[in-house]
């Protein structure tokens, strides 16, 4: 089967029954909603809430909020990244430094990171910082554990063929141990992804200040159902999004690991 | 490249490269340990090809380990070129018995030979892929420098591993069992092709293998190593005159003689 | 072995193997930077460093959870929320098995349903709970329905991916003896997919947890997540951290029984595969 033949068939036909289904519900709701079986107060009209979508797109109201959101997650998504892959490093290959900060690692990571939430909004009050630091929190844990757990595992050959051209530690761990440790590191990160996503929507929703969370809390206080469901699919859009991001990122950063 | 000639010791001559000094390897704790070798004690001269053959588990891995640097001796020093070695020293490469898993496979082939020589990101791109393909052609793949070594075969991926051996110019190579793993056809390939390289770059070359017809056929001198925990059990001079083929050799009387001495030792029990 | 160490980590054990080295790999210095940042944090308020309402003491935490461990509100308070979270966790597992089991058996279902179920799975929990707030209220069943909702993905991932490694070939040798379909499918796919299965439910048993104290904190009118928000708005730091502990070595010890639990599972279903040969 030609190159172009094959993309046509994994991008258009294979989710086709899928998307068809979810017409399908689409299609539903909407009868329902003309047959008033469903109350527009409460459920989703998807006339409606298309319609609704369409002006918060159209207008640009939806980029104020979605900015914000994103630009949280992304602070403390990256903090999380970086201090998270370069301890990880040092603590899988330096044994003492493993043995060092592994004790308070293990205190710290069952704590529930939403439940951090309330004493970050006492410490750093109801702005930016406090969103950022419980996204760099919950992030951090699952990129870290994974970066530990791969740079341990690191094949021994790889490590030695570093050694005998003479590379000093710092050039096996950046060159080697980093590399080799890659996919285990996405895979937390994917994780931390979803989890950051979760905590920025959280604390918008506690503090209302402002970021897509606090404004679907809003319109669910206020009964807007309409505007608030047109919201919400923003959000979900979000999610869909980056998952489809990071998916696309990771074949391409650590293309060695889809092949073997 | 050459590394300033220390004073030579009582004993030691200049062509003395590589000297294994009443080494010892011991796993664990004295008492309940696991004594790898008891005592070697091994010299390899200048541009000479060396074997070390013995019966498996003997230690000769561990052996050539110690002599590369990556591992500590319990009792004994290695010397290269007078300089004891502590680390992976300057002038020597050491080739890996699992070719496919010491190949980076995140680079291409190009881009593993060149981890052999830039330590210094100050070196151009040009001059080094320009060294990378006087390698990679020396070992007749200078066509698949844009591979990743995952798309080669077996054989091919151990070419890539000499190539980049060869690319940072050692004096003397390590190479640990790096036949095992390849068929038999692909194997005398890659005599024929360690025989050109050594002949035409003048390394010195230390080969721990099990076969002993590979020994044979390729060195100057073998070392028989008794079984665990070791000790040098003879050196073999090995007269047979150069260029040797692969297909005649195994006629030779004085091939079939040495060959007959070695493998029968090297199966003794004792 | 030791070879493997030894060129592992060329900076602990170099070829000048001292006595300091040795040390060092018993572990005592991870447990004194733990002390040592606790007692720096007594010391930050015993000292009138740091003196605010947000920045309880190390010793008035201590307290509060000492209080708060004997004290029957706090159980009843726990209670509930073990509650909610139990309900949900086994509402999402049993419909997660349920779809794994599907989708993994019935191709094409899985590739109508798929699309939906991947949009679902990517949108972010707490962005679900006021459409369902609208739909379900603010009671027990809100939280339930929520809970089960991210319970059921974990187990549905897993519990296919066990159902897609059995071996094919094993299945079509059952065919070829003409094995009872209810038989192969307890011989062969059960106790292969059941590992899968278990390792879905632990990763559904934290989730479940801590989903349910996130949805007490967004609609709550009792529980541990709501107990934490309204602490934080009463200033009430010491009583916030302890129950956080108590949450925290709650959710641990649940991962613990679970692990035992299937492990104890996992011997039943071989014993079973082979007492059915």
Redesign the interface.
Known sequence: MSNVARRFRQLII??M??????AA?IAGLEAMASAKWINPA???VPSLVGHRLWEILDSGAVLEPLAQTLGLLTAGYFLACGVGISLGLLMG????AY??????LE?LR???K??????L???LGLGSAMKIAIVFLGALFPILINTIQAARA?D?VL??VG?TFRSG?FRIIWRVVFPASLPMILAGMRVSL?LG??LV??AE??TGAGG??SR??D??RSFQ?QE??AW?VV??GL??I??VAFNWMERTVAFWSFRR | MKAPAAPLSPGRRESDLLVIKGVSKT??SAAQGVMAIRTVDLTVRAGEFMSIVGPSGCGKS?LL?IAAG???ATVGEVQLGGTKV??PPEGMVCLFQQYSRSLFPWLTVEDNVRFAFDHHASLDRGKTGERCRRYLEMVGLADFRRNYPWELSGGMQQRVAIARALAAEPRILLLDEPFSSVDALTRLELHGLIVDIWSRTGVTILLVTHDVDEAVFLSDRIALLTKRPSVLAKLFENKLPRPRDPVSSGEDPDFLSLRHELLSRVLDPR | ????L????????????SRRSRL??S?W???L??VV?LAAWELSVSTGTVR????PALSSVLTALVHGATSESWASMFGSTLYRMTCGFLLGTVLGIVVGVLFGVAS?VN??????L??FR??????????L???LGVDDELKITIVALAAFFPVALNTLAGVRQVDPIHLQVAQTFRVPRLKAILRIQLPSTLPYVFAGARISLGIS??VA??TE??AGSEGV?YF??S??YA?R?DD??AA?II???L??VL?RLFVLLEAKCIRWARVLHLRLT
């Open positions: 294979e989710p029954p899928g998307l068809l289904f979810i519900c409460f459920s989703p290959y330096y044994r003492t043995v060092l900060f592994e004790p308070l205190l069952p704590i529930p939403p439940a951090l939430l309330p004493p909004m006492l410490v690191v021994v490590v030695d050694r530690p979803g996503l979760v929507v959280l929703m506690l897509l969370g679907i809390v319109l669910q159902a608030m469901y919400t959000l979900a999610g869909l980056l998952a | 796993y664990g561990t380990q990556l591992l500590p502590t680390s | 072995m030791q070879c493997l030894v060129s592992r980590f060329p900076h602990v054990i170099s070829l000048k193997s060092y790999d572990g210095t991870g447990i930077l733990v940042l605010s309402d947000s920045w094409y590739r109508v349903l798929m699309p939906t991947e949009i990517t949108t972010p929990i707490p962005a679900i709970v006021p459409p707030i609208f739909l947890l801590i104290v996130v904190m967004l997540g934490i928000v602490m934080e200033m730091a916030m951290y956080i949450l925290s070595v959710g641990y991962n």
